[in-house]
């Protein structure tokens, strides 16, 4: 068949597509991030577009000619500038059904989520049960896939249980019952096959879920011995409190924290996995099966173990950077500061333009780091001035090799530490 599949570069999309290239259909794949889908077959058409850019119908209607069916992947854990839940779940996938009806094509399939019905009060789960009541209003063969928590290879939902899971003690929301029912994107990518199938039973909302639910409390503990780490206690929250100061971790730079998460979780996220396995033709997969029986890898280790390092490591250098611009300007003796500045070359007038304008720019620094503003490109900067410093004063101070607190060898780690820090900004999803 001839596919239009959306969402292609995200986690569900990617094992969709490579689902879908294994049985031989021709995919046009649309994704924000092409540079992701660095796998693909001489069928599969790679189209990078902007979702939030998509105004009305018709912009879909170029890329619906000669398609037989549509696969809306696209979803988002958490709002951001520029993407919000009731345009990227609601708007666009809408729109892009409407078209697809207009274009005469005879089978939609939505990536929904499990929770998004009569009972939703999150924005993410009523964004989605909006686009999931839009598709099942158009005169097709529709199917509503909702998913619970998908894991498998580059899913963030897992990766941040076992980030919590490697932590020296168990954080969960009152005492850890809330019950999950995880599902393997294998199952996920299955269903959809199965859907495109003629012969497949059409209008289905399915619930996707594992055979059997989980406490939460549970899943972090088998996921810590996955870890090959001891059993480790566990702290319980009120969830109440969690929601008031969950904003913190947002703030850090994990997307997940946020209020709604917190009482998605707090409602549990389960289903009867009958339908599944009956659609399916056999059951779906147990974390048993395919997650907790196999040790983690080193990387998973590394992975989980700096998963909140990473935060506190853009706090420490941003501190760094912020606290030498202020003890240059308000602490540190400027005459002290001259005498140094002369050793270098710098003199007269230019003295102090540069003690000022170098201390500014250290608080400068600190503050964009504070803010992660374009990090990547930020780390690049801070690792040429401090290797520009060190050189400088290193040639011009030779003694302060010798000094015994070591004010420029401890340049060197910090190097190093700026170097980690611009790697695993490289990796954030």
């Known amino acids: 068949m001839n596919i239009l599949l959306t969402g292609a570069s995200g986690f569900i999309g990617r094992h969709i597509l490579r689902a879908l290239e294994q049985q031989n259909h021709k995919v046009t ?20 577009l902007d979702y939030a850019a998509v105004s009305c119908d018709s912009d879909w209607l170029p890329y619906l000619q000669n398609i037989d069916a549509v696969i809306n992947c696209v979803g988002i854990i958490a709002e951001s500038p520029g993407q919000t839940f009731h345009r990227l779940h609601e708007q666009v996938p809408a729109s892009l059904f409407r078209a697809a009806e207009r274009a005469g094509i005879k089978k939609i399939i939505q990536i929904s989520a499990l929770g998004a019905d009569a009972y939703a009060q999150s924005a993410y789960h009523l964004s989605k049960k909006a686009a999931d009541d839009a598709l099942r209003n158009l005169d097709l063969d529709w199917y509503v896939l909702q998913p619970s ?21 168990q954080p969960v929301i009152d005492g850890g019952w809330q019950l999950l029912q995880p599902v393997h994107v294998s199952d996920v990518a299955d269903t959809v096959l199965q859907c495109l199938k003629a ?58 924290c946020n209020a709604d998460n917190i009482t998605m979780l707090q409602r549990g996220n389960t289903a009867d996995a009958g339908p599944a396995e009956a659609f399916l033709g056999r059951a779906t997969h147990s974390l048993e099966q395919r997650l907790l029986p196999q040790p983690a890898s080193q990387a998973e280790r590394w992975h ?12 420490s250098i941003a501190f760094l950077w ?8 308000f602490f540190y003796p400027h005459e002290q500061s001259y005498q140094f500045l002369s050793a270098t070359g710098v003199t007269g007038i230019a003295a102090p333009i540069t003690l ?6 250290d608080i400068a620094l600190g503050l964009a780091t504070l803010g992660a503003y374009r990090p990547r490109r930020l780390i690049l900067i801070q690792l040429i001035l401090v290797l520009l410093y060190t050189l400088t004063v290193g040639i011009a101070l030779p003694e302060f ?5 070591g004010p420029v060898l401890k340049n060197v780690p910090l190097l190093i530490t700026l170097l980690v820090y611009l790697h695993l900004e490289g990796e954030r999803p």
């Open 29 to 48: 794949a649309c994704c924000r991030n092409a540079e992701k889908l660095f796998f693909k077959s001489a069928d599969t058409h790679i189209v990078q």
């Open 149 to 169: 928590i998908v894991y498998g290879d580059g899913a963030q939902s897992m990766a941040l249980f076992q980030a919590l899971a490697a932590l020296p003690m």
């Open 199 to 256: 012969e497949a039973p059409a209008r289905l909302t399915l619930p996707l879920v594992g055979p059997s639910p989980i406490g939460f409390g549970q899943l972090l503990q088998q996921l810590r011995r996955r870890l090959g780490k001891k059993p480790a206690p566990t702290i319980s929250l009120p969830g109440n409190l969690v929601r008031r100061f969950v904003f913190i971790g947002r703030w850090l730079g994990e997307p997940v």
């Open 304 to 315: 989980a173990g700096l998963y909140f390092l990473r935060p506190l490591l853009r706090l």
């Open 322 to 329: 912020l606290w030498s611009g202020i003890v240059s300007l």
């Open 356 to 361: 000022y304008g170098l201390a500014l720019l």
């Open 401 to 405: 090799w010798l000094h015994p607190f």
